[in-house]
């Protein structure tokens, strides 16, 4: 089995900053992509941002700039540092990741959602 877990959402002011962080667990014999998604009240998923290495990185052109994301393959992670938040950034923020299993399954896999809130 494989698990995703993130932390790091919260309610914070306009113009703040949060870090979110989600760590991949479990029969994973190696992870492709890893990225965020948020999702808003009445509105679809959206990619948020996502990388495939240092070099490799796509990202939602409302956040770009704002929103680095980086990943530790050494340890499984996939962080989103997230800054110069706005209200319209508030949402349920998913990570994702494309990870192969050890029995040599590739699938995609989400994590649980962290809340984040941009308010004053």
């Known amino acids: 089995q494989v698990q995703l877990v993130e932390s790091g959402g919260g309610l914070v002011q306009p113009g703040g900053s949060l870090r979110l962080s989600c760590v991949a667990s479990?029969?994973?014999?190696?992870?492709?992509?890893m990225g965020w998604y948020r999702q808003a009240p009445g509105k679809q998923r959206e990619l948020v941002a996502r990388?495939?290495?240092?070099?490799?990185?796509n990202y939602l052109a409302s956040v770009r700039g704002r929103f680095p994301i980086s990943r530790d393959n050494t340890k499984n992670i996939v962080d989103l540092q997230m800054n110069s938040l706005k209200p319209e950034d508030t949402a349920v923020y998913y990570c994702?990741?494309?990870?192969?299993?050890?029995?040599?399954?590739?699938?995609?896999?989400w994590g649980q959602g962290t809340q984040v809130t941009v308010s004053s």
């Open positions: 994702n990741a494309e990870i192969r299993t050890n029995l040599g399954v590739r699938g995609l896999y």
């Open positions: 479990g029969s994973i014999l190696s992870i492709y992509e």
């Open positions: 990388i495939f290495s240092q070099f490799n990185t």
